[in-house]
């Protein structure tokens, strides 16, 4: 029996957990940097800060009125005095109902100019990750932070800050007011704050934990099903519906358990707030009827106190506001950091600050003493030394794991030797611009990725400025022309998310032309004819020789008829080369090519489909 704590659900919170940077909420260097990005937007914070200011006042301001008007002329039996002061405070709430508008309108419109450009601002260093990056993070990870944690910083920027800046105002200019009316109430309503300071403190952790614990149950859930949704052929194809139902029912239900956990903190803080505030206004109660009641050299008059209550319920029912926005802070915080932590992972490389941009190049590729691991401790490719002349083609083959993706991986610079170098025209790969290599190089794999959008669009994405006529010849030289004509509306068919509504083979075809257009001067080929039928292969074979021509191009063979008329045929196995030279030549060495070979001729593979 497996036990709780290897259960699929306990093994996933664990690796998370793991991955999450525990940090404290409500830091101040966050909250800096948060309002950081409000820094182009100075004109919007600041006349909202004015504003704030404004209605802090106001609302204090509203309370004490009411109190003066009945203190004043409607005790002295004034009516027209009293006719006219409540035409005043009827202008005054006015104005401040006006200054709300004004406050949350700027404070909506804040909150969206920073979330634009933080949104902004993740996208692109995300775009600057290497692939390292992405191959370790999971993509609903990626997308949980863009979506819900950006969403509570907005929180944290629009609201909290704003609106806690209102109320602990509006508490500050009523406690003034009250200190000035009666200073011995005001001692009363003063003894409250060391008992908000206390439930402060207990409950400040056990929130923060709990708030933290909610935000990262969700991601949990988000992760898991844009996993469960990508991978949805393989778990219908394995029958695996119902053990993936169990274990995000369990995801599930472990995020509203940590919602509960959260709810029953609140239901227990703002509660007691609240109970703390009702019982204080009580003794305010007792005592301020005992100084109206009993004669005295100070007596006070009943205005006055009905003026100091006015100015309590101004000063205390922000209290469970604050609690609310105190929980709405953590939730804030939590996403702040976690938004935070993306931004501040630094990409495993970088170009360096003296990296040139290469002009055209001829397609000179050398590999020096080349060695690679994607664990530095446990390298897959070892002392690799490889020339591959301009024009040439040169096919890499070896059993599955043998090194060939790491190896056009290295080429193409989505990672960075262990050891050893990469040289491009004469030039080290280290200090060449990675964008001025990928401009002249193209990728073709062996599942390649189509985008949502028309043919023409996927095919231009290489040269987004080539004309619809550029776009068509590319399609002519590959001969494959009447096959995109054929689809349902030409080079204008709409294509789903990842190619939904085209074929496999068709999706791979819609890539040759893309790499045809592009022109590039070095070309890789990752298996990239497994996904067409024998017959289109044939048409794209005669067609590769154009595509191929004056271009040096490295092959990841999937087919021995792309073997047969490589220049150069480099064998891999467990990382080291042990093998190199025409395909005629290799089989007259009788080794572990020709054996390959033999085993492929047997199975009736010679020109078809091969493990290599």
């Not at 106001?58 to 002295?76: C, D, E, K, M, V």
């Not at 006070?300 to 802070?329: D, E, K, W």
């Not at 191929?548 to 196995?573: G, Y």
Request: aromatic share 8%.
């Amino acid at each position: 029996m497996t036990s709780p704590s290897t259960t699929p659900l306990a093994i996933t919170i664990k690796r998370a957990s793991e991955q999450e940077r525990q940090q404290r909420p409500l830091e101040w260097r966050l909250i800096r940097r948060l309002f950081f990005y409000t820094k182009p937007h100075a004109r919007i914070r600041n006349t909202l800060t004015g504003l704030v200011l404004i209605r802090a006042l106001q609302i204090p301001l509203l309370a004490w009125s009411i109190g003066a008007i009945i203190n004043g002329p409607i005790t002295r039996g004034d009516f027209k005095a009293t006719v006219w002061c409540s035409l005043g405070f009827g202008l005054l709430a006015a104005i401040t109902q006006l200054t709300f508008h004004f406050r949350m309108r700027l404070g909506l419109l804040l909150g969206e100019r920073v979330i634009h450009d933080l949104r902004r601002e993740i996208f692109a260093h995300l775009l600057r990750m290497p692939t390292s990056y992405f191959n370790k993070t999971k993509l609903g990870r990626i997308i949980s932070r863009l979506t819900s944690d950006v969403e509570a910083v907005r929180i944290g920027v629009q609201d909290i800050v704003f609106v806690a800046c209102v109320q602990g105002g509006q508490m500050i200019i009523a406690a003034i007011m009250m200190l000035w009316i009666d200073w011995r109430l005001f001692l009363v309503v003063m003894a409250m704050a060391p008992v908000i300071w206390g439930l402060n403190r207990v409950f400040q952790k056990r929130w923060s934990a709990a708030t933290r614990a909610n935000q990262e149950s969700f991601s949990r859930i988000t992760a898991t099903l844009s996993e469960s949704v990508s991978g949805i052929r393989v778990t219908q194809g394995f029958v695996r519906q119902s053990l993936n139902s169990d274990i995000f029912s369990d995801l599930v239900a472990d995020h509203s358990q940590s919602s509960l956990d959260l709810a029953r903190t609140s239901g227990t803080f703002l509660p007691l707030l609240e109970f703390s505030s009702q019982f204080f206004t009580a003794a305010l109660i007792l005592l301020g009827g005992y100084f109206v009641i009993t004669p005295s050299s100070h007596p006070m008059p009943v205005g006055t106190l009905i003026q100091f209550f006015f100015l309590t319920g101004t000063f205390f029912n922000p209290i469970t506001s604050l609690g609310n926005l105190y929980n709405q802070a953590m939730v804030s915080m939590a996403g702040a950091e976690r938004v935070f932590e993306v931004l501040d992972t630094a990409p495993e490389w970088t170009d360096s600050p003296t990296a040139r941009t290469l002009p055209n190049l001829k397609g000179h590729v050398e590999c020096r003493s080349l060695t690679f691991g994607y664990d530095p401790t446990r390298p897959i490719l070892m002392n690799i030394d490889l020339v591959a002349e301009p024009g040439q083609t040169v096919a890499l083959v070896g059993h599955t794991g043998s090194g060939k993706t790491s190896l056009i991986n290295l080429i193409a610079k989505f990672y960075l030797p262990t050891q050893g170098e990469i040289r491009v025209d004469g030039v080290n790969l280290l200090d060449i611009q990675t964008g001025s290599l990928h401009q002249q190089m193209a990728l073709i794999q062996q599942s390649n990725y189509v985008f949502t959008g028309t043919i023409m669009e996927n095919i231009r994405i290489g040269r987004p400025e080539a004309t619809d006529v550029e776009v068509i010849d590319a399609a002519r030289q590959l001969d494959c022309i009447d096959l995109l004509e054929a689809l349902p509306q030409g080079f204008q068919t709409p294509v789903g998310e990842h190619g939904a509504g085209l074929s496999l083979g068709q999706r791979q075809l819609v890539c040759f032309v893309r790499a045809m257009l592009a022109n590039p001067r070095i070309l890789i080929l990752d298996e990239a004819t497994s996904s067409v039928d024998t017959m289109t292969e044939v048409r794209i074979q005669k067609a590769l020789s154009t595509l191929l021509k004056n271009r040096t191009c490295f092959i990841i063979a999937h087919r021995l008829s792309t073997v047969r008329h490589a220049d150069q045929v480099i064998v891999l196995d467990h990382g080291r080369i042990i093998e190199r030279g025409t395909h005629t030549g290799l089989l007259a060495k009788h080794g572990a090519y020709a054996n390959l070979y033999r085993q492929f001729a047997r199975l009736g593979l010679g020109g078809g489909k091969s493990s290599t």
